[in-house]
């Protein structure tokens, strides 16, 4: 279904159900020991969604979406990605920052497998439903938070620097933000009021890791709808074409710059190699070719 105004939804449906395909392959980068995050698996087997627990199972031939398309695979794309996010965490914890705000957190668990130093309190921002459902599963598990943690719920399209404020964000102190998976499911102009946002709270030695996603015309195109065809095969009703946003967007690198950070980039391509591991040349990975791990450094 496209995107609405307002539209919402949980972790089985629409950009939720995005958010547990990519726990799902945390789960597997798990099992590899590629990452470290025993929360994931828990968390899309409560979800419920059948073809996510079929995945983890061993069920599902990811071959008839992609030739050569296999769990290792899915695993060391998400290792990548996980990594770049963890680093940027850790890093900004090694130079004194003890505050966090993960925006769009879906079923990210850094804040119950960090290692954060005392004194960290980390921030996590979704939907209510979302934040409902993960801290509820988490504590039927016994996870613990390593760090003080502090949920926002609210929609990222309402006044979330004040509900973050009012939850005891302190925007004189530097922080460590993360805006992972996020922005193609923005609309353009929400993208820049995001970074405006993000600049607005943050004070200098402030950190932020996100992506650029320079075109976003493969996820509407031909290779898409053919992808998406053969997932529905395997009982996906993800339509990637109806959730993320086109038009014309900011060269993520280029507006943070003027906005004071200090930036640099991990190509796709190069992170794989970074970590050992071959690029796939086929069309499923092509899509995502042309993507960069942002990381920034706010300026005094």
């Known amino acids: 279904m496209a995107r609405t105004e307002g539209d919402t939804w949980d972790l089985a449906s629409s950009v939720g159900a995005t958010a547990t395909m990519v726990a799902a392959q945390r789960a597997l980068g798990h099992r590899e020991k590629l990452i470290d995050d025993p929360y994931a698996e828990p968390l899309v087997r409560a979800v419920g969604v059948e073809m996510f627990d079929r995945l983890l199972d061993g069920e599902l031939d990811l071959t008839a979406v992609e030739p050569g398309f296999t769990p290792l695979r899915a695993a060391e794309s998400m290792a990548v990605r996980t990594r770049f996010f963890d680093q940027m965490f850790t890093d900004a914890a090694d130079a004194g920052v003890r505050q966090a705000v993960i925006l769009a957190s879906g079923l990210d668990a850094r804040g119950y497998r960090l290692p954060w130093p005392t004194g960290t309190t980390v921030f996590e921002v979704d939907q209510p439903e979302v934040i409902e459902f993960k801290t509820t599963t988490l504590a039927k598990i016994g996870a613990a938070p390593t760090a003080t943690h502090r949920t926002v719920a609210i929609d990222l399209r309402d006044d979330w620097p004040k509900a973050l404020r009012d939850n005891g964000f302190d925007p004189t102190q530097p922080t460590a933000w993360s805006a992972e998976g996020l922005l193609i499911y923005l609309p353009p102009e929400a993208q820049d009021k995001l970074f405006d946002d993000i600049t607005a709270l943050s004070a200098p030695g402030s950190r932020l890791a996100t992506e650029h996603v320079p075109d976003l015309s493969a996820f509407t195109d031909?290779?898409?709808?053919?992808?998406?065809?053969?997932?529905?095969?395997?009982?996906s009703d993800i339509e990637m074409a109806d959730l993320v946003y086109q038009g014309d967007r900011s060269h993520v690198v280029e507006y943070l710059a003027v906005r004071g950070w200090e930036t640099s980039t991990l190509p796709m391509r190069e992170g794989h190699a970074l970590?050992?591991?071959?690029?796939?040349?086929?069309?499923?990975?092509?899509?995502?070719?042309?993507?960069?791990?942002?990381?920034?450094v706010l300026r005094g």
């Open 222 to 235: 031909e290779r898409s709808k053919a992808m998406s065809d053969r997932l529905k095969a395997l009982g």
């Open 275 to 296: 970590h050992g591991f071959d690029f796939p040349d086929d069309e499923m990975s092509a899509m995502w070719a042309d993507l960069a791990y942002v990381s920034a």
